[in-house]
């Protein structure tokens, strides 16, 4: 008889941190879109940046878009739309794959499209998508996290097979509360404590309270590897970065506000099953089913 | 008849924007420590920060004192003691040169007062002192201000005659949280819209709520200079910088805490009169008299 047992438990009682059961770069015969060193250093540390990967003219398209769609966001009372705790600036969009035509075809740009086959070996699909508005003067801070963690527990991802995708829309500085990364601490998974309550989704976007790290485990993960890395650089960069890697950012009081689209690729042989916390599902424009 | 107008009207009904009325650098004869290449940077930048200033032994000490003085500090009610908005963690411990014999004769260290008298072109005495502990995971952000226009309106320190040096006591990264400055801001003042409320010291050491600088000021002063700069390096730096300069620091969700010692070096032609504000004088823990 096999047992089939989740190698990934977390939101229980104690911490725990186990090692990765997953590769970072599967085995793959999709492409060389990304050279050797490139995949070496991906599989290292657990995200890769690619300065200016998009062109100026690019670059300001994406930006361009990006503000029509905030615009016509402001007033919307929609559930894809998440605003910042104790005010009412946006903080994400989410979904915008899905319900916006420039994103949906943003998603399937054959570069992107290349990078995570060649990665994840296999083809993919989006499993989120968002627009990230950091203000400037008030931009708040995003605490530690694996977004693996929270994708099981929460939303049934079985396995280590994502990857998300950060692009650049604002130039990001140390100072305005760029995404800090902790390499190498993708190679271990770490169980946070705490039962997941009934719809958290509707908080933790805002802010987080369950799936948080402890304080000894983020040390001991800093001192793994090589402490903490702020990828910066210019309009139009690109970040890659594996699912289980921990990272957060600081806030942002310079004046320089800070945005980014995120879109996350997943391995169609990782599709989602039910939740491993036991909740309900999250809505789909948080995760697609 | 002699018309004695304040240059440096501060919370009002209106922001305005004035040149400096005050030399950075005054004309002096007190020796010259600092290089002309450094006298040039701190005039033209509004501050000066020279790596490893303090050898390993002289760190090492500072270091250990500064512990010691943290924790026999932990439980006492004095308050010369500020915590962290929120909870209890130490954030800042004032007046350390007037209680402490160690950081007394820190404070008259032969090298920091030389430097002090170079820049200011007098003799000097300390106007205020601080050890300042950010802590790792959860240190708060410390919003744009300028210490001057505080020191001027709160204390009564009637022009641009003073300095404070910040020894880094653990590394300054990028990341936790350091102090961040917009160069060549210290060339104008910016006065702050909002009528004080008395008492304010009581929380604003905690929170900032007035002697806020308006976004457009903060703007304009970061384009005026070149943008912001955050000065990091090891334990033993030392930071130098003007009491006019715009300054801030974004929060610290990484798990290395900073911490430093902070003197403010006052010209002895420069003492403290009544507060331009009109309010009473604070408490002289946080402005000597």
Partial sequence: MLIDTDPYVSRGERVHVTERQDPVIYPTDHGTFLNREQIAFYDHHGFLFIPQF????????????????????????????????????????????????????????????????QILGSDTYIHQSRINFKAGFSGKDFYWHSDFETWHVEDGMPRMRALSMSIALTENYAFNGPVMVMPGSHRYFVSCVGQTPKNH??????????GIPDHESLRW??????GIEMPTGPQGSLLLFDCNIMHGSNSNISPYPRSNIFLVFNSVHNRLAAPFGGTEPRPPYIATR
């Fill in 54 to 117: 998009f062109s100026e003219q690019e670059t300001r398209q994406l930006l361009a878009e990006q503000q029509r769609l905030w615009e016509t966001s402001q007033s919307l009372d929609d559930p894809k739309i998440i605003r910042e705790p104790g005010d009412e600036t946006i903080r994400s969009i989410f979904a915008v794959h899905d319900h916006d035509p420039f994103f949906a075809e943003l998603a399937h740009d054959p570069r992107l499209e290349a990078m995570a086959r």
């Fill in 201 to 210: 989704y509707q908080t933790s976007l805002r802010q987080q309270r369950y």
């Fill in 221 to 226: 993960l800093a001192e793994q590897g090589k």
